[in-house]
């Protein structure tokens, strides 16, 4: 009663052939083709997560502009823009 033989997995193929029509067994296989090709990718990332900074590809750089630091505003307001003239 060990390993199935091939006669098993015809019978089990038949099954397969005639429940879901050879239409949608491709499909099936498609969509667990997709599925594991995800869960290999999050596999990945979440042993990239566990590393130090260095080893791991950093995330792309954005520039920010320096922070204002004088407690003042920059936008002028309409009021100031008329005092001036």
Do not use: C, Y
Request: charged content about 25%.
């Amino acid at each position: 009663m060990g390993a199935l033989s091939w006669w098993h997995w015809a019978i089990v193929l038949i099954v397969l052939v005639v429940l879901f029509g050879s239409k949608k067994l491709p499909e099936a296989a498609r969509g667990l083709g997709q599925s594991l090709r995800v869960f290999k990718s999050e596999m990945k990332e979440m042993q990239n997560d566990g590393k130090p900074a260095e080893e791991a590809t950093p995330p792309a750089k954005r520039e920010l502009p320096p922070a204002d630091t004088s407690g003042t505003s920059t936008q002028t307001s309409s009021d100031d823009v008329k005092k001036s003239a």
